[in-house]
């Protein structure tokens, strides 16, 4: 069974430009959830989809935004990107009920 | 004080030993507890997942849920250089918007 997965692998853009991260969920799976994880702060919580819906969102600005597909793959989209939006971007999906969430391999983003 | 606080290493033991990681938690409402490895530059991989209070057991890892002290903990036995991984702690809980709280990190090295 393939895993989540996520592209690009690696991202490098400058100040003030915009970013698009990709993410397919398991087969079967119908969540999404973003992370962002910064050296040193540990994975914080972004967004949550469900069924094509925005579930919940974490701490973070509106420039931080996304969308979930009927086929559950979503984007997760960066506008006016700053210094420190510089992390490591992960992605995790379950179904709805599940409390447990299965990572994919993440896209490493660059902000110069 | 953040939610999950979890002690960043380094933590480094020679092949054999046994390893104590573990997270303290403010909110009462945690109900489901997880242990995550992350190698360098990969997502993390869930290892254990409990349900409230009690231990699990699976090969060389045991979890340990103690509700009232708000105190997890995650042993490995017979420590390997494959264990070498930062080891990341996350609860969810009814009532917290069913999202992942995770721990910092605790980042073991396993020396031969």
């Known amino acids: 069974e393939a895993g989540v997965t996520q592209s690009p692998t690696h991202l490098i853009k400058t100040r003030g430009q915009q970013a698009t991260l990709r993410c397919s969920p398991i087969s079967g799976h119908t969540s999404v959830y973003w992370y962002q994880q910064a050296l040193g702060l540990g994975l914080q919580f972004l967004l949550w989809y469900d069924e094509g819906e925005e579930r919940n969102r974490g701490n973070f600005p509106p420039r931080f935004s996304g969308r979930q597909f009927p086929n559950y793959s979503s984007e997760l989209n960066e506008n006016a990107l700053e210094l420190e939006d510089s992390a490591l971007y992960l992605c995790?999906?379950?179904?709805?009920?599940?409390?447990?969430?299965?990572f994919g391999p993440g896209t490493r983003l660059l902000v110069l | 004080q953040k939610e999950v606080e979890q002690d960043p290493g380094p933590l480094s033991v020679p092949e054999g030993a046994i390893v104590s990681l573990n997270c303290t938690y403010s909110n009462s409402a945690f109900q489901y507890f997880m242990w995550y490895r992350q190698y360098s530059r990969k997502g993390p991989e869930l290892l254990m997942y409990?349900?409230?209070?009690g231990n699990k057991e699976d090969g060389r890892f045991t979890a340990q849920v103690d509700k009232s002290s708000k105190y997890i903990s995650l042993f490995i036995r017979d420590s390997q250089p494959s264990d070498s991984a930062t080891y990341l702690c996350?609860?969810?809980?009814?009532?917290?918007?069913?999202?992942?709280?995770f721990g910092t990190g605790t980042r073991l090295q396993v020396t031969l």
């Open positions: 995790a999906s379950n179904n709805y009920s599940q409390e447990t969430q299965y």
């Open positions: 996350a609860m969810e809980g009814t009532g917290t918007a069913s999202k992942l709280t």
């Open positions: 409990t349900y409230s209070s």
